[in-house]
């Protein structure tokens, strides 16, 4: 579904990611790791076509389409999600409308009907249960005023409306209260499928105890220096990054 | 605040003109078209420039009875003594006034068929929807006129009659209804308001009149059916609208097609007069050529609207959503003359490229308990700039006066200016005045973020503007927010990413 290879990116002649390589297929969970700084969101934000990344060298391709060439919005429409480390507020648009709009779009794209309102409110009611959302939150502008988990929430209860075949989670899990967090991984695991997939950025294993991965991956400095099952991610946990950077660095 | 900014301060405020309605006025102007009449284009053309003589042949031409010869002949005169003002915010080259036709000079170059229109604009009435059959009209193709909302507007002007509303081109009810046209012109913006005010009163072409009878609520909202007619029309519109006692209109003027004409400028006039209990809401959605990507031609707006609330009790509220015309200079604005008078401003102006927009409102509170609330939204794009100008004067004898002023400005890029500059003359200490101001920017963050979700960077941006100017478009009558909020994002085309 999702393939990176040798994916070199800099900002401002800056290089962040230096050589990064990663498969992702159909039904799997990967997490990433690693330390801040790492280029955990800046390949996030290149996966999903954001400006201001000068891709270098490498190729991502996405449901064997060439992902890199491709303008954001019809990634999105492609299937791909992005929840965002910091959602974005946008003043007097409401977010019920704002959903519905993102919606419509996907479906036009796919050749399918657009939802009406009624459909359409009968969907997210639906899924609003999934993140336990307060429903006062779909009458307010996107994200204004949300305070820090309710942003987080309104990002998964997008992706489980727009019900994506590739879901990048950024740091879905900071900020979140214990109960948010077993509510958002939660939203997560009912919308796991055979057919979708789901990368997930973080840098709490907790977050893996409620969302369990396949496997792994260890970014560091542009890099993936490691991948491993779950049980990385406790080794981790207990000894931190700096041993396997250590290991990496003698490697290379 | 500079003292160039001063001349234009509303202090002088008897002189500020407001060009807008030009374009509405000519919009009307079609007007023999959309009753069903068909003018005779074969009239003799006039010489170019202006002098009495040429003054007597358009009121001659228009069958107008003496009163009105005379006053056109006083305008005339007192416009001959008058300076162009220079306004220090804008940048234009000045209009040569012996250059310009001031009689009805029919196109006659226009294109034979849609074929000959520029494809840009054919992409844009696209976008906007506009339906088939209007596009020829808006793009200047020279159609027969006979066309099927002929009937709908005789259907509707039955109605209409049924209830005594008067509803027709000036020049109509100049002939007809003389009375109520000596009554009332000229009472709201004199002849002698300001330079573009009196040339218009001198040699204006055509326009609307509107009058409600006492306690008539209005069914439908005046000239929304007639939006085709919008096309062709004068270069001086003149509309004037009386609602009696106890009535309510709410009347549409313009379209959201981008209009061309050869006219460059446009100097209209509106007069609304509300007496005791009576309601007017006058909507103007504003789309006039802005002239090219590097600010080459374009229309220049110089219109004056003004409202009375003569009456107690009385309402005028001004919506507006301005996206055209090289230069746009209005100020609608309300006298609150009667006790217990509301006047509203509500307001989107938003510049791309090259434009230039000078507007706001006045909100003169002369009667006792009178309230008033502006809200302005300016978007400036390109390397455009946006101005609010606003005053609320409040007489001495105008007890217990309210105002709420609200001043946003939204800037697209880094590349265009904002300016807002907010007068007061408050005469009496009972009275509460508020004023709040923003700016804020559209960030590439939040058009990610939308175009993650699946939107295109256009709708993107649409929906943040539309978001911004919300509280706005939601006094738009609903047929006309959908358009107008689609033209915002045709309007904003190309400034973004
Ligand atoms: N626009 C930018 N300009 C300059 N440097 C940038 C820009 N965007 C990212 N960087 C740099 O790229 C590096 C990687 O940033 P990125 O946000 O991808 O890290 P991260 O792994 O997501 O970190 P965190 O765990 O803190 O979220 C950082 O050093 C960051 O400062
Ligand atoms: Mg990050």
Redesign the pocket.
């Known amino acids: 579904m999702l393939s990176i290879k040798n994916l070199q990116v800099s900002?401002?002649e800056?290089p962040?990611l230096k050589g990064l390589n990663l498969e992702v297929k159909p039904g799997e969970i990967h997490a990433i790791m690693?330390?801040?700084?790492?280029?955990?969101?800046?390949?996030a934000?290149v996966l999903s076509g954001r400006e201001?990344y000068s891709v270098d060298a490498g190729s991502a391709h996405y449901k064997g389409l060439n992902l890199l060439e491709m303008a954001p919005e019809i990634r999105a429409r492609e299937g791909m999600f992005l929840a965002f480390?910091y959602p974005i507020e946008i003043p007097g648009v409401n977010n019920t409308s704002f959903l519905k709009k993102a919606l419509n779009e996907i479906r036009k794209h796919r050749g399918e009907e657009e939802l009406d309102a009624i459909d359409f409110l009968g969907l997210i009611k639906k899924q609003m249960k999934l993140v336990e959302m307060k429903e006062e939150l779909l009458k307010r502008p996107v994200n204004q005023g949300f305070s820090g988990g309710e942003k987080k929430r309104n990002e998964i209860l997008q992706m489980a409306v727009l019900n994506p075949m590739l879901a990048i989670l950024?740091?879905t899990d900071s900020g979140l209260d214990i109960d948010a967090l077993r509510i958002v991984a939660g939203g997560v695991n009912k919308l796991r499928s055979a057919e979708n997939a789901f990368v997930v950025?973080t840098?709490y294993q907790r977050l893996l105890d409620y969302i369990v991965p396949d496997f792994v991956h260890v970014?560091s400095d542009g890099q993936i220096i490691k991948s491993g099952t779950k049980e990385l991610a406790l080794e981790l946990e207990e000894r931190g990054y700096d041993w396997l950077i250590e290991e990496a660095e003698s490697k290379a | 605040m500079n003292d160039e900014t001063n001349k234009i301060a509303p202090n002088n405020d008897e002189n500020i003109a407001m060009s807008d309605e030009q374009q509405t006025i000519q919009n009307i102007t079609d007007q023999d078209y959309k009753y069903g009449f068909v003018t005779d284009i074969e009239m003799e053309e006039f010489p170019k420039g202006l002098d009495e003589n040429i003054v007597r042949m358009i009121s001659a031409k228009k069958e107008e009875p003496e009163f009105m010869t005379e006053w056109r002949l006083k305008a005339y005169r007192h416009w001959r003594k008058q300076k162009e003002p220079k306004w220090p915010k804008l940048k234009y080259s000045e209009v040569d006034y012996e250059n310009l036709y001031y009689y009805a000079a029919p196109k006659k170059d226009g294109p034979k068929s849609l074929d000959e229109v520029d494809p840009e604009l054919l992409a844009t009435f696209e976008k906007l929807g506009v339906p088939l059959e209007e596009r020829e009209l808006l793009a200047g193709v020279a159609v027969d006129a006979v066309i099927d909302s002929v009937s709908v507007a005789t259907t509707f002007k039955g109605k209409l009659g049924e209830l005594g509303i008067i509803f027709c081109p000036i020049s109509e009810a100049i002939q007809e209804h003389p009375e109520l046209v000596k009554k009332y012109l000229g009472t709201v913006v004199p002849y002698t308001d300001n330079f573009y005010a009196t040339l218009n009163s001198a040699v204006f072409s055509d326009g609307s009149f509107v009058y409600i009878p006492p306690g008539v609520r209005c069914p439908m909202e005046l000239s929304s059916y007639f939006r085709i007619n919008a096309s062709k029309t004068g270069q001086f519109e003149r509309t004037l609208i009386v609602a009696d006692k106890g009535s309510y209109v709410s009347y549409l003027e313009g379209c959201t097609a981008p209009m061309r004409d050869e006219n460059q400028l446009h100097a209209a006039v509106v007069e609304l007069i509300a007496l005791d209990d009576a309601e007017i809401k006058y909507s103007t959605v504003q789309n006039w050529y802005a002239g090219n990507k590097e600010g080459v031609g374009g229309i220049f707006n110089f219109v004056t609207k003004r409202g009375l609330c003569g009456g107690k009790n009385s309402k005028i509220s001004w919506t507006q959503v301005e996206t055209g015309s090289a230069i746009t200079w209005k100020y609608p604005s309300c006298i609150l003359k009667g006790d217990n008078s509301i006047g509203e401003f509500y307001s989107v102006a938003l510049t791309n490229n090259y434009q230039q927009a000078d507007t706001g409102t006045k909100m003169i509170h002369l009667g006792k308990n009178t309230r008033s609330l502006i809200i302005s939204k300016g978007i400036s794009a390109g390397k455009s700039n946006n101005a609010y100008r606003g005053l609320v004067k409040v007489n001495s004898k105008a007890e217990n006066a309210r105002n709420y002023s609200q001043c946003d400005s939204l800037l697209i890029g880094d590349q265009c200016g904002a300016h807002t500059y907010p007068y007061l003359e408050i005469e009496n200490p009972t009275a509460q005045v508020e004023h709040e101001a923003t700016t804020s920017k559209v960030s590439e963050d939040q058009i990610f973020y939308l175009n993650q979700r699946g939107i295109s960077t256009e709708d993107a941006v649409g929906m943040i503007v539309s978001g911004y100017a919300k509280e706005v478009f939601q006094q738009l009558p609903m047929e006309f927010a959908v358009e107008a909020q689609a033209l915002m994002s045709v309007s904003l085309e190309g400034s973004v990413g």
């Open positions: 900002v401002e800056k962040i690693g330390p801040n700084g790492s280029g955990k969101s800046t390949l934000h201001g480390q950024d740091e950025i840098h970014l």
